[in-house]
């Protein structure tokens, strides 16, 4: 069964067209279902909302975002609502141009409404992913832990679990970063690169994929060269060993 579901993910991964990477200035705007488990000091039942982000691209792996989900509940007899919303940094994990995981943290404010009335401070984490299905469109899953440190009337802190699904909308890309330019700063132009989104400072080849370390500089990766530490300038074979000169003495 796990070799069934990992044939099915990776079916599903090359059916995925290839899209533009995160870049900066990126604009995401999503709406999303939610599933907060509250603590169980809180005492309010589990209960499902919606919500709305919006984020901006720093760079090819970090952005800012803001969000914010509306989630109506009950505590006994009462009615609650409870509206949490963050801002956070989200830095972005691309796994392929289709596929990427992000984490992010930051300050979270937690109200609650209706029959309860409270106004609470903390932080807030998430971590999750992103599926392409377009160049401007995204499915997202993530899930959330808010911990609140800073309650009204000294209360106990607490903290908050929750699950979201949604959809994300780039309305600034076009199918693709601009080929003259160079989204993710490797000094390879878009048309020509071969990994989008490479981390910032890492050393990449011609192709703009991340160079692999050759020691020796004989142009053998080291993981390949059977001969490592071969003097410069010495002509070798595709093992990285040295090429024996063709003997040209007659007998």
Known sequence: ????????????????????????????????????????DLGLEDDAGFGARAGYGL?????????????TTTQGA????????????????PFSPALSVFLGTGPMLDLYGKDLSATNLGVGTTIGARLGLTSQLMVRIGATW?????????????????????VSLYPGRTGGPPSGGDED?????????????????SPVDARGCVRRKDSDNDGV?????????????????????????????KP
């Open 78 to 93: 009462l009615s609650a609502s409870n509206m949490p919303v963050h801002a956070r940094l989200l830095l972005n994990l």
């Open 59 to 71: 760079s090819p792996v970090l952005a800012a975002e803001l969000d914010g989900s509306y989630t």
């Open 185 to 201: 700063d490797d000094g390879v132009a878009n048309g020509i690169d071969a990994c989008p989104g490479t981390p910032p400072g």
């Open 1 to 40: 069964m796990p070799r069934r579901l990992t044939a099915i993910a990776a079916l599903l991964l090359a059916a995925t067209p290839a899209l533009q990477a995160q870049a900066r200035h990126d604009i995401e705007l999503g709406l999303f279902g939610t599933l907060t488990h509250f603590s169980g």
């Open 146 to 166: 808010d911990w609140v440190v800073i309650t009204e009337a000294d209360s106990p802190k607490y903290g908050n679990l929750g699950l979201n699904a949604g």
């Open 221 to 249: 990766i080291d993981i390949n060269d059977i001969c490592p530490g071969t003097p410069g300038g010495v002509r070798v074979d595709a093992n990285g060993c040295p090429v024996k000169a063709p003997d040209t003495q």
